[in-house]
């Protein structure tokens, strides 16, 4: 997403969703509202530096050509990453949120 004000973030979703599945229907509806698709779409999130977390996070976005972006913060404990890919839809980008939601400790922006 090129233009800041059509980014979605999860810290700007309604909280009062019921579960999982609502939160996802949601968030689905408001990317297919600012994303067209297909297009690039950039995932960011913050984690407790380390090989093995970042692994992970690369290792789930492997088969889908992507490009990263990496900083760690001023006293190396965090990495922020921004993961950029050619998405066909929404979809694919809720399932690689679930994804990362699975690894420990990573916070997604």
Do not use: C, W
């Amino acid at each position: 997403m090129s233009d800041d004000n059509n980014n979605v973030h999860f810290q700007q979703m309604d909280d009062s969703a019921d579960n999982e599945k609502d939160f996802y229907k949601v968030f689905k509806e408001r990317l297919n509202d600012v994303q067209g698709f297909p297009s690039d779409y950039i995932f960011k999130f913050i984690y407790p530096s380390g090989e093995e977390t970042m692994e992970a996070i690369k290792a789930i976005f492997a088969n889908a050509n992507p490009a990263y972006e990496y900083k760690a913060s001023k006293n190396r404990k965090y990495t922020s990453i921004s993961v950029t890919i050619y998405a066909i839809d929404a979809d694919q980008v809720i399932q690689f949120y679930k994804d990362i939601s699975e690894i420990k400790d990573v916070i997604m922006l």
